[in-house]
C-alpha cells in the first residue's frame, strides 16, 4: 500500500545547522528506503513565506499569497513511501528526522484507475 507521510513543523524553531543535519540525514533515510524497496518520493518544501494558495468560490478564482489556515507547524515536506501496512508506515514515519521538532502525518493513498504511472 502506498502512503504519503507529511512533514509539519514550527519552520522557525529550526537552526541552520539543524536544518542541514535534518536533511542529510533524510537523504540516508530515502537511500535505505530506496534499498528495501519502499521508496516512491521525498523532498522538503521551500519556506512557507513562498507560498500561493488558490481557491475558486462563486466560480471566481481567489490567489493570495501565503498558506489558507493560520498553524503553529507548516507542512514541510513530504514521503512517498510503500509500507506493507500502517504499522510498517509508522515505523518509517517514526525515522523521518524531524518528527523529533515536529509532527508525521500519515495517509493511505487512493489509488485511482486510469491515473498516469509515475514511472
Not at 34 to 39: I, L, T
Not at 42 to 55: E, K, M, Y
Request: charged letters at 25%; proline letters at 5%; hydrophobic letters at 35%.
Amino acid at each position: 500500500m502506498k502512503y504519503m507521510l507529511l512533514i509539519y513543523s514550527d519552520e522557525n524553531a529550526w537552526s541552520e545547522g539543524e536544518q542541514e543535519r535534518c536533511y542529510q540525514d533524510s537523504v540516508k533515510l530515502t537511500q535505505d528506503l530506496h534499498a528495501s524497496g519502499q521508496y516512491l518520493g521525498a523532498s522538503p518544501l521551500q519556506s512557507v513565506a513562498t507560498a500561493t494558495s488558490v481557491r475558486v468560490r462563486d466560480g471566481k478564482r481567489l490567489v493570495t499569497d501565503g498558506p489558507f489556515a493560520e498553524t503553529r507547524e507548516q507542512l514541510g515536506g513530504y514521503f512517498l513511501i510503500e509500507a506493507e501496512d500502517l504499522d510498517d508506515a509508522i515505523a518509517i514515519a517514526g525515522r523521518i528526522p524531524s518528527v523529533h521538532k515536529g509532527t508525521v502525518e500519515i495517509r493511505p493513498l487512493v489509488e485511482l484507475p486510469g491515473l498516469p504511472s509515475g514511472q
